[in-house]
């Protein structure tokens, strides 16, 4: 069984009404159909495990129920900077106070991590219905865009059209300029590439019919070039 994890920043107090980047990242969260708290179990930066995971809960409240109601999954992580009575002393104290089950893990050493992921595999089978239900709801109602791509195919026969404008200019134009300009529509070097595609079907030869000499200028798409043999 796959499944895709999205790792959320810690998010502040107040996030719910947009400090920090925290809106943004609850809107993101409502995606999921499962959400893993993860606290400090070691408390060695001074965060106290609890009051992280309820200002957390909180938080979920307070953007949406439904985001509240999601599925979760409890972690203590940095057990391996504590011995193990500590640990299991801690452990007891969390879940006496959050009244809910909490797994131990080191992401350093893997304790426990296996056994994650197994409980992930197990909520998230649990929860498939769900998942499907706001798939269905969340993406298959969106109106499929009407816009359609256009096929472009090369024109055929007498493709490039040369004639002189008011001041002696050889223009180029037909429906191979216009097939190039619009099939390679790239911002830098855009003419000059085009002017190579032209050259390949005798551009140059057809200018010289028109009786093009050195030094003539020639128009492209609205930009001029001076003709060199």
Do not use: W
């Amino acid at each position: 069984t796959g499944y895709i994890v999205a790792d959320v920043p810690g998010l502040i107090k107040g996030a719910h009404q947009g400090a920090g980047l925290g809106d943004t990242f609850l809107r993101h969260v409502e995606r999921c159909s499962l959400l893993i708290h993860l606290v400090d179990l070691s408390q060695s930066e001074g965060r106290i495990a609890f009051k992280d995971y309820f200002d957390l809960r909180n938080e979920l409240k307070s953007h949406s129920k439904k985001l509240a109601e999601k599925n979760e999954i409890i972690v203590a992580n940095k057990c391996d900077l504590l011995f193990e009575e500590e640990m299991n002393k801690r452990i007891n104290e969390l879940e006496k106070k959050i009244e809910k089950e909490v797994l131990p893990i080191s992401a350093v050493t893997g304790y426990n991590v296996e056994e994650l992921k197994k409980k992930i595999i197990e909520k998230l089978k649990k929860t498939k219905s769900f998942y499907q239900r706001f798939r269905r709801d969340s993406f298959l109602e969106v109106e499929k865009p009407k816009v359609k791509p256009v096929s472009r195919t090369m024109p055929e026969g007498n493709v490039i059209n040369i004639t002189k404008n008011s001041k002696g200019h050889f223009v180029v134009e037909g429906p191979l300029v216009q097939y190039y300009s619009e099939k390679f529509n790239i911002a830098e070097n855009r003419e000059e590439f085009i002017i190579r595609k032209l050259e390949d079907h005798g551009l140059t030869e057809e200018l010289k019919k028109k009786g093009i000499q050195e030094g003539d200028t020639v128009v492209i798409n609205d930009r001029e070039y001076e003709f060199k043999e």
